[in-house]
């Protein structure tokens, strides 16, 4: 069965400190991956998606990016944080060549930036 | 571009009462719609889909929502609420962005009484 693994889960850091929330998934391959942000009292906006190994497409324009440098894997970084970086950041996968209609989500990360 | 608009943050009910959170949604293509549960400390899980079969559609854990295309509704109803069903709900829409992507609501957070 397919799992999905995403940490830290929780992650306190100043501003302007670097960032690297890392995402596995693991019994599928070549699956679409995706980064969503849930910021306190906010629905989820998708930052990243990626439908293969060095593919990566940006929803928003933002201090992060992300990185698949691997089939099954999944990294979102920061060079420098802003407090409104803040929030609950969830990796989440796809079965590839489908219209992306069911995801499945990791247990997320809360990220404080102080 | 499609959005989803979900009516009430919060909705409180006390145990065994119906249970009703509102979904409306915009797109410009047919909608896939979707049910999405987030239980405290963990990722989100598919409750339920619409894909244009029938548009009554039952879920997991006694959930069902019905699409109504004459409103761009699919609200989430369960005719009697358990303590377990406390969490956060959101709906999302299939967009018709590249990559169909999902969009997702703000979120409803259900709180249940006892």
Same mark, same amino acid.
């Given at each position: ?23 596995? +998934? ?10 969503? =942000? @849930? ?6 906006? &998708? %930052? ?11 929803? +928003? ?10 089939? =099954? @894997? ?6 420098? &944080? %802003? ?32 | ?114």
């Amino acid at each position: 069965s397919q799992t999905i693994h995403q940490w830290p889960a929780t992650l306190v850091q100043p501003v302007g400190s670097p960032l690297s929330l890392e995402c596995t +998934v693991e019994g599928t391959s070549n699956p679409n991956l995706y980064w969503y =942000r @849930q910021a306190a009292g906010r629905g989820l906006q &998708l %930052l990243f998606y990626s439908v293969g190994i060095g593919q990566i497409s940006s929803e +928003v324009p933002q201090n992060l990016s992300a990185s698949r440098p691997q089939d =099954r @894997q999944f990294i979102l970084s920061s060079k420098k &944080l %802003l407090l409104s970086d803040s929030g609950f950041y969830l990796c989440a996968w796809s079965q590839s060549g489908t219209t992306n209609e069911k995801l499945f989500f990791g247990s997320g990360t809360q990220l404080s930036v102080l | 571009a499609q959005s989803v608009t979900q009516l009430g943050s919060h909705v409180s009910v006390s145990e065994g009462a119906l249970v009703l959170l509102r979904c409306n949604y915009s797109s410009s293509v047919p909608p896939y719609l979707f049910w999405y549960v987030q239980y405290p400390n963990q990722g989100l899980q598919l409750l339920l889909k619409y894909t244009s079969a029938a548009t009554l559609v039952k879920g997991i854990n006694g959930f069902e929502a019905e699409f109504k295309k004459s409103e761009t509704s699919f609200h989430l109803t369960k005719p009697s609420a358990h303590m377990s069903d406390a969490a956060e709900y959101f709906c999302a829409v299939r967009g018709d962005n590249a990559g169909n992507m999902l969009t997702f609501g703000g979120g409803t957070r259900l709180m249940v009484k006892p």
